[in-house]
């Protein structure tokens, strides 16, 4: 199930600062339902929101291993995503969180890809 969510949730993260640049900091960011749709219904960001919405909290815990520990973290979804409801981004991850999950995501994509690290 991370794969799943975590592939969506990076892109939508991506997706999300990547149309609507006129936030200062991951803290600020927020959307609803009016905005992602302004251009049209049924896109990507408004696909998520639908399907995941009210599915309440997803914990993950992944090892690391060069500093012998877990880590955890939770994905909060939205209860309700509607026109005038903010969603934001801090709420569904905190940015040290959503940095550490994009980080061994990409990690995890990278090992599947390399045969071999040479030092």
Same mark, same amino acid.
């Given at each position: %199930? #991370?794969? #799943? ?24 960011? =927020? +959307?609803?339902? @009016?905005?992602?749709? =302004? ?13 995941? &919405?009210?599915?309440? +909290? +997803? ?14 973290? @939770? ?10 409801? &903010? ?6 991850? @905190?940015? &040290? ?8 995501? %990409? ?6 890809? +390399? ?5």
């Amino acid at each position: %199930m #991370e794969a #799943e969510i975590g592939g969506e949730l990076f892109k939508i993260i991506r997706n999300i600062i990547n149309h609507f640049p006129f936030f200062d900091s991951w803290d600020d960011v =927020w +959307v609803n339902k @009016s905005i992602i749709n =302004w251009y049209s219904e049924g896109q990507t960001i408004d696909k998520f929101f639908e399907k995941y &919405k009210g599915k309440g +909290v +997803v914990k993950y815990r992944f090892w690391e291993a060069r500093k012998k520990k877990m880590t955890y973290l @939770s994905i909060n979804f939205p209860t309700h995503y509607d026109r005038d409801t &903010k969603i934001f981004l801090k709420d569904i991850l @905190s940015e &040290k969180e959503g940095i550490k999950f994009s980080f061994i995501l %990409m990690k995890q994509i990278l090992d599947t890809q +390399v045969e071999e690290i040479n030092y």
